[in-house]
Nanobody, 124 residues
Framework: QVQLVESGEDLVQAGGSLRLSCAAS????????MGWFRQAPGKEREFAAV????????VYADSVKGRSTISRDNAKNTVYLQMNSLKPEDTAVYYC?????????????????WGQGTQVTVSS
């Protein structure tokens, strides 16, 4: 079992930056692709970014590409999401997840471990 706990700034002004952290416990996550998803009010959960176990491969959703960086520190069993140039439409609950299947890394169903989520609100 892997337990994931997200943390980070909860209220940011438009144009600002934030860094979300996802701390894992229970077992090492070095063998897992780790993803960030987000869910805005009234919308479905959507993929944001994913990183391979070694950190050498990353994929971003078009909505965050170019202004976001996903990274990981396997020694700390932690994954990060740095987001810059934030927009009000980035307001959502952000979830960290560990990929446990061979499925598409951009699809939530490919992930078996999820954090509880952390609210991010971007004010205009």
């Amino acid at each position: 079992q892997v337990q994931l706990v997200e943390s980070g700034e909860d209220l940011v002004q438009a144009g600002g930056s934030l860094r979300l952290s996802c701390a894992a416990s229970g077992r090492t996550i070095i063998s897992y692709y780790m993803g960030w998803f987000r869910q805005a009010p009234g919308k479905e959960r959507e993929f944001a970014a994913v990183i391979s176990g070694s950190g050498g491969h990353t994929v971003y959703a078009d909505s965050v590409k170019g202004r976001s960086t996903i990274s990981r520190d396997n020694a700390k069993n932690t994954v990060y999401l740095q987001m810059n140039s934030l927009k009000p439409e980035d307001t959502a609950v952000y979830y960290c997840a560990a990929k446990t299947t061979n499925g598409d890394a951009t699809v939530a169903a490919s992930y078996g471990y999820w954090g509880q989520g952390t609210q991010v609100t971007v004010s205009s």
